[in-house]
């Protein structure tokens, strides 16, 4: 019943986008990848909306309901709320029959299994496309990674342009075309010297900077708008952390290339004692085992003073690898227990990373503790009554 519910909607929702583009004149942008996508989407939007009327969601709305909302601005209904949703569509054809102000919408377009990406091509057709990377992702239902790139690779086939990032996607598909792609690298974002913390925020800024570029922005916007850009919730985001800490949050989510390069981040750091808080990377399948395993040798014992492991496959193999690293390792029992542990250990002048997938981990949860102002918890992600609720559950 809920199956046929969504797929009532995505036809009326669809419908009604399709019209919309017919009566107005706007562009749409999408984002996909396996990293990087909502703060490549917001990047993106932040240095547009310098010059033009965007439309975009803060969140991550990338799903074949959800998506169509952000085109019309609005938030996104519990499923069984009928009148919430007829509302909505009323308002949806306001807009189509009367005022749409944005010259351009920028997208995040998610998957979690094979064909969900081309889904999309129901009710979207993109102006322009960012592909930020392709890394295993979600692997119980793409079992490898040239699934994961064939799935991510399927937004050219919508799309007249497409910007791809060149260093996160090595594999290649089989029908590439040539003439709709376009290559970037982190070097695009060094040009206007942004301050940033990671790779990750640096290729975000890049692909920005080339969209921006693409749709007439001025140099001097751009300069501005990608030196003002800072990093989002949850997404390598600076805090303020006890005994003159800094606080790395990348907790929003974990995958085997984003831990890496966020350890990369923390390596580099210029603090006397560095903490890695590294929660289990979730959606693995059956080479869950070896990704954790692969983390955990990459923790270095001369540029850690500490790691903590929250979750199941963390605490197993990720954990145990460290420890045969040489890396002193505490495993928690939950993220709450992760950040008593860290406070009870933390000196002077410290660095903490806190990185870890979303269900079952929440690593958010350690940063609390960690806090030298408790009022940065806003800053935290899935800190609304729904998500608290779940962790309680949890």
Known sequence: MKSLLKNILVKILGSQVRRLRKRHDFKIIGVAGSIGKTSTKLAIAK???SEKKVQFQEGNYNDIVSVPLVVFGHSMPPLWDVWQWLIILFKNEYQIYFSYPFD???????TDGPG???????????DVAVLTAIAPE?????????NVADEEWSVQYF?????VNRDLCKILPDDFNHEKIIFYGKESALEYKPEILSQVQLYSISAAVLVAKKFGI??????????????????MQKLEGVKNSVIIDDSYNASPDAVKMALDTLYKYPRNQKIAILGMMNELGDSSEMEHKKIGKYCDVKLLNWVVTIGKDANLFLAL????NGCQVYEAKNSYDAGEFVRSKIKDDAVILVKGSQNGVFAEEAIKPLLADHSDISKLVRQDKYWMKKKRVV
């Open 321 to 324: 690898t460290a420890k045969q």
């Open 218 to 235: 001025s140099e001097e916007k751009i300069k501005e708008s990608a030196n003002n850009i800072r990093a989002f919730s949850g997404r």
């Open 116 to 126: 969900q990406i081309s889904q999309f091509r129901k009710y979207l057709h993109l």
């Open 159 to 163: 799309s007249d342009l497409v910007f």
């Open 47 to 49: 240095i547009l909306e």
């Open 138 to 146: 979600h692997m119980e239902f793409f079992e490898n990674i040239k």
């Open 104 to 110: 351009l919408v920028v997208l995040e377009l998610g």
